[in-house]
């Protein structure tokens, strides 16, 4: 009698509950998670309502057709009360499981993957998510491009700052950071390049196939997340602390080749001038990989690992483009920018990083750069009306947020002088690192290190149109042969520009 009882009270409890929100959800008091992460510039880039804590990627791609499936399990703790919530992805999906149960999805907008679990998932509550799809994705076209780049040989998935819609689905935005596992079975004629270490050598597991492991083992952001496939020639070797130094050369860099292995080869001392000035190298790995000349017109800043296009050697040995990147790890990658709006605190310091690269090499002090790129754009030059501090959505990769936001660190550091500057570099990474950081907190950060008022120096130098006027600490800072006639251009000029333009031509970092 009392179990029948029970039974009953079951079952007419469940069906009020179907009745009364119609889709069979009990205690459906969860909201759907917002379709964006708040970003002022990119208003539908990442989503609310969880936050991920891992994303395991296993892919398999064919070259010769262009076809990628896919498997990603996405580990995530809900932030709210959650009845849906949307992952940011184009490719066509078969199916999305959430937490063992079937869960139903759409598609809104041109990225937006909307996700309805079976049961309502509690605030605080884990999230395991399993997105199956196959694609194309080099012919899936978002606002008229697709960011998944086919090569004679293989492919790329780098670019800033939408790369993860062609491959993967997340919440892209870099508020979010995780740590990765990205696992590639393709032809056993190609290699598999990705972020962090292999966990072990590739493995044939089909008759033809390797399967290719990677890890990266600290919070990553979406987008410095990145697979290249193709012929490689892959050069590893152990840096002085222990990590992996891990190399890839396209077989198609031809006549670049020499100098693309001489200027990557160095990646090791340039780390390590940087570990000088900026702090202890933050990531389990370092590297490069040079991609088949004009497949991406740029270069990017892809954690533990830059990828270069093969065209930064056209013109011989260039060791700029690594400086900036590899600066990137940093300012950028382990710091990473808490709105896109703040894009100069990723640009306008690793710029800065070349001209310390440039006194490293002899070619040219911070000083004589700031004078000679100062004087190179005349007042009336509408490189001087864009606001590195807040460029606008259309240019956050303007020349002006290289150029004038690296103006604006030699302005800030002649002001607090070196002690104060580089502790304040270094001071910044160890605050924010594996995490965000925004201008005002530089600002913050740089005040209270100087013991200075610096507002009326950063709005002059990040957020004023127009060619500052230079402070009677920067005149006397200028370089005695500098003041009095046109500064003389200094040795690391040519190169350094090429670096900006080749970076600024595709818009990407
Ligand atoms: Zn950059």
Redesign the pocket.
Known sequence: MRRVSIRTITIAAATAAALTVGNGVANAAGTPGAPGAGDAYFPDYGNGGYDVQHYDIRLRYQPKTGQLSGTTTILAESTQELSRFNLDFALKVSSVQVNNRAATFTTEGDHELVVTPAREIPKGGKLTVVVKYTDIPSEVKVKGLTNWTRTADGALAVNEPESAWWWYPSNDHPTDKATFDVSVLAPDDVQVLSNGTLTDVPTPTIKGWDRWNWRSTKPQATYLTYVAIGKYDIETDTAPDGSPIINAFSDSLGEFDGAARASINRTNEILEAEEKWFGKYPFEARGGVAAPPGSLGFAL?TQTRPVYDGRFWRRGVNTYVVA??NA?QWFGDAVSVAQWSNIWL??GF?SYAEWLWSEHEGEGTPQELFDFTYASYPADDPFWQVLPGDPGSGKVFDNAVYDRGALTLQALRVQIGDDAFFELLQTWVQEHKYSTGTTDEFIALAEKLSGQQLDSLFKTWLFTAGRPELSATTLAARSKADTDSTPAKPKSWDKIQQVHAD?AQLGA?
């Open positions: 800043e900036h990147e990137h990723n640009e690793a970076l970092a």
